[in-house]
């Protein structure tokens, strides 16, 4: 009896993280997401204006992947290597009347570590952590994705 009782209970500790199945509306996001460039944005904490470069996977040498899944998870790759399978929680969801859409996911429910992003019914998104992130303040990325 101790043991169905230590089990139901290491059953329900496993099964008790918090994590959001992406449904309804969320599910525009499912599949898999490649980087196709990436606009940064820079040079105004050196006094230089603001410098526009676009980076692309020709110019970085790598190509990005992003697999967002019902079950609440995103995969990260790179060269088709897999770097980083994480739970996503989501902070924030929502969908204009043009069909245009924003989120907030926070990665392994960390406020330090985001998802954010918005996206188009196209089927495209931008994602400002993923695959290149700035520093706050002084420049910015734009990681733009196409569906697969």
């Given at each position: 009896m101790k043991k169905i009782f230590l089990i139901i209970i290491v059953n329900c500790l496993i099964g008790s993280c918090k994590k959001d199945h992406l449904k309804n509306e969320q599910e525009i996001l499912i599949g898999k997401w490649r980087w196709v460039n990436t606009v940064h944005k820079f040079g105004w904490c050196e006094g230089l204006g603001t410098i526009v470069e676009l980076i692309t996977p020709e110019t970085e040498g790598s190509n990005y992947l992003m697999e967002l899944r019902k079950s609440g998870h995103v995969d990260f790759y790179n060269d088709e290597k897999l770097i980083s399978k994480n739970r996503i929680v989501c902070e924030h969801f929502k969908i204009f009347e043009n069909g245009?859409?924003?989120?907030?996911?926070?990665?392994?429910?960390?406020?330090?570590?985001k998802l954010a992003g918005y996206g188009w019914p196209e089927d495209s998104l931008v994602i400002t952590e993923y695959p290149l992130n700035g520093i706050s303040g002084c420049e910015d990325y734009l990681n733009y994705f196409i569906r697969e």
């Open positions: 245009n859409f924003e989120f907030v996911y926070l990665i392994n429910n960390k406020q330090d570590s």
